[in-house]
């Protein structure tokens, strides 16, 4: 017996990369946060500080940098790119490549300016109708993700988002669930249901060997809309029925998703207790609770699919 | 000589509450984050412990959601609303009431569901028009914020926002400044300009005595477009400029704002040198740092306003 | 072939508990984060919203409080009794149950107060050594993290700690790695090396299966205080170098720690360039740099351990 | 009338700055946070983008880190030097300089290792008993801060420290409140008392005029473990009695404190009601809540003290 080096990846996280598309007067802005790393033989370097392999974290980000010269395109196809250099190198047999994209909104200008009331409410109908041409305000908090993984059976893409935050004022119930010793939550027919979505969705093969740019791009935006309008139309009896549900119905519309993940955490809105005031509640004042949360987490997959796929023990995350 | 109590407040902060309207199948959210501090003659409590005078902090957090049984209707009322109880009380004698909103949009729902690329791109034009009928996505992150100030002179109110934030990809120079020993930043002549836009506007009597919950809603989506516009079509040779014409456009287009105050972080961007790598950088690849970072404060002021109004001291912030 | 569910759990997370062991004047406290997550048959919940085996997650916090009342003793020990609490319910087949502790220190009085310089100095020679019986003040960011995971093979417990941020100032150099197109990076034979380190260690069967509280109390500071000496001895020639030696260092102390996994970013510190001002900077003035990073991650095992422990996809990190 | 730029500042904001003092084998590392913020005549640049007198914030972070070559000394000390130096410049007639500063400790060797339980613990009495020469564990999360500020009047020095957080488990109780239409809180007179504690104290001329860096770091050291002592001493029937107590101490300890202000949040830490499970709880189990929470605010002066020392306004916080 002797102590060894077991499963390891190193690399650059978080190299923050703005590309300003300029071949004409309307810019494009795209705003990515990228992590790559890299697995293969990496013994020498542990065992005995011997860098003769090693290709330098530093090395990486500027690759990153080099290669956003030619054009980011989509992020799954950029982090394919990536791949495809560092895989190049004999001693690189594997790795990891991250993507986080911020959203950017055109600032509207003259008559498309909006004055409905709220903070952040967006005008025009979409990122590229209407607008300043080059300048720009970020929209929601939340992101869009994407991941390329290698390994000896290939490349693998996962797309996804983070942090949609979701809420819906009626529509939803928590009852008929069993009752312990430790149980005093009350069942309730019509709750506040809210929370923050994280998925992560695989694509088949026959997606990724054909697609480009402006495909995962489509996708992406379908694959979201479809999530929200599942959260938005599903009368829930359960945040789990609403994560499963939000999971088949993007495998349903599309036949090259593989299979997909939710993580999602129920952010409570208890109803406060008015009595003592001498008032009812309605359903209309909430206190939004920080901690502790629920936390539902779901893989939605074909029945055909065996195994579970190496790509998931690598994001970093649930199930 | 001898120690004494100085300037003293205490209250509860960040009552986290969110009202449901649902007084028709269309319901309205509006999420809250509430603080109420309150002055006047809390000696005792503090030099014997004697708590006779001290409205408790859970009492004050009880009144927050008492009083939103009734509606919020804007941030600014709510908390007008809450001032005047809580100064019929003798020991108290001011106070500081402050609100920060943040935003949430419908989920679009069937045909109007947008397929167009990039995470946070919203559809619909505007809060209200389209989307599900008690369905929201959070929008940007930015929010909404406001505060009412009481003394002995009476009532204040200041409007603002928080982390707005913006990017120009180009349309920004910055030269002509002074070089001593330790200058070695070059001269640029296009540049990203980006910041995260904190403001805060105080708004006269003349609007003040006669605004309602809709005057107050109006004004604040005015003011915000006001600000981006400007941001967006200023040519700007320094982000002080930048600044102060954002502050400046405010107070020519509504003669009841009486001054405004402009935080502003300058988020670099910094090109980023490809020419080791064999390649140009026309304007194209930066790196969005974190720290250090520019600070940009300033007030813009009426000039027959005299002294500093004491609400700004309350503000916890810049200038 | 059908659209079917896939792995799943769910429960309650971060559920804030301090407990305060009171029994004699001289008080204890246990600061501690907790998520509890069961796993099982809950598909009717998924796909018809049927609740009948869903064990509410208030349920799991009420019973997370309740065993409080008992005495918390050692986080591994407390998250066992959890486990095998929630086990006996026949759709609960196994889960995964976390704990994050936070750190206090007493408060130094009387002539123990120690006047040294700077912040978070601590007097006294450890937590129960001089010090004030019942007022604590808040240690290091760092926590110490407990995990136990259930399937059928049973119970596996992890230790470990997150966040312990080190720094060397000397004693570390990279240098012989390859240089390519795009590597610019210098060699450096003295630099400073920081990180936080998190790592999680599994425990052989042979000691969880006797371990009580007070063993697995003085193994987490054995092991830690362990990987901070390793950290500080050795003459680094890379972090992955460092990161093995105080993965190895671990398993060559103590036989009934079966693996151990680290997770290291390089936290740069860029020497900054004085040479501009007419100075020279022989080491001394540092950039502390946010992003990008490097990110260095390791596992170290014993050479008879075959394939991959199931425990290790569920600690939400990575390798 | 017109409209006019009013107060205004500018610089460069958290210069991440390491220094390491390695004149002997035994280094000393200084690991701050610094911004620098100059006030005087820069209406050009915000009326017109005339950058002829700006002195750019890039300029500022390089003054920083040339100074940074010649030592820090105390931070108080450093930052009075970046003071002068800007002031000498014609159109700087005032400025704000700000540092927070981080605790190191070194890591425990050999003997001195500490296997008490808990994290964070530290073995040797204080920063420079034993440990190493040059590797180092960071402390605890809270900092300690100065402040420079300049105007017509000259210098004024504050010296404080932020988030340091305590709780005591008992000797604390809150009754004898006001009871109105919105009062439930029930009377207590045993609770858990919590808070992280942000504090900025004066020092008086007769301080500043003859202080070296020893003097600012021993004072300091004096100051904040006078604040704790009397945190855990002081049986505490509110908050704010506690709050006025720690001020109290400070002005009475030291002459040459001229006044002190305080910010406290109340962190509440709710007992648990187990009695739906056939349990008591003696003061044992505690949930700790994140908001809302009670927030105490107070300054404490001198009686001869006449009106707000204008610094107050700068710190762009409470009170």
Redesign the interface.
Known sequence: ??????????????????????DTAR?R?T?LNI?S?LRGD?HA???????????????Q???V??F??DGVG?PETFLLRLARHFLTEPQVTGGRWLAE?????R????AS????????????????AGG?D???????????TALVHADDSGLTVLAG?RD????????SE?????R??????PEVDDR?LATDVTAWWRYAPSFTETAGPAEY??R???V??LL??T???LH???L??T??AMG?AV??AFDDVA?I?LSC??NH?FL?D?E????D????????????????????????NGS?HPV??TI????
Do not use: C
């Not at 994209?101 to 909104?105: D, N, S, T």
């Not at 300016?113 to 590229?128: K, R």
């Not at 003592?276 to 008032?279: I, V």
């Open positions: 017996m002797s102590i060894v080096l077991g499963p390891n990846q190193y690399g650059k996280a978080e190299v923050r990369l703005v590309r300003v598309d300029r810019h802005i705003d992590t790393q990496f370097t542990h065992e005995s500080g011997d860098n003769t392999g090693v290709i330098a974290t530093d090395t980000k500027n690759t940098n080099a956003a010269r989509s994209q911020y959203g950017w909104e600032i509207a200008t003259g300016v909006d004055v409905a009331a709220g903070p952040g409410t967006t005008a025009g109908s979409g990122a590229d300043h080059h300048a720009f305000v970020r929209g929601a908090a939340e992101r869009r988002l949609v935050t979701v809420l819906k004022s009626t529509g928590f009852s008929g669930f069993p312990d010793r430790y149980t005093t939550l506040i791009d489509r992406f935006a379908a979201r809309s929200l309008e959260f938005a139309q829930s009896l359960a789990q029925q994560v499963f088949k495998l349903e299979e993940r955490p129920n809105h406060v008015l003592p005031f001498g008032l509640n309605p359903g209309e004042v909430f206190f939004a609770a920080d901690r502790p949360y629920g936390l539902i987490e779901a893989a939605v997959q074909r029945s055909e579970e998931w023990s970093g995350g649930f199930v």
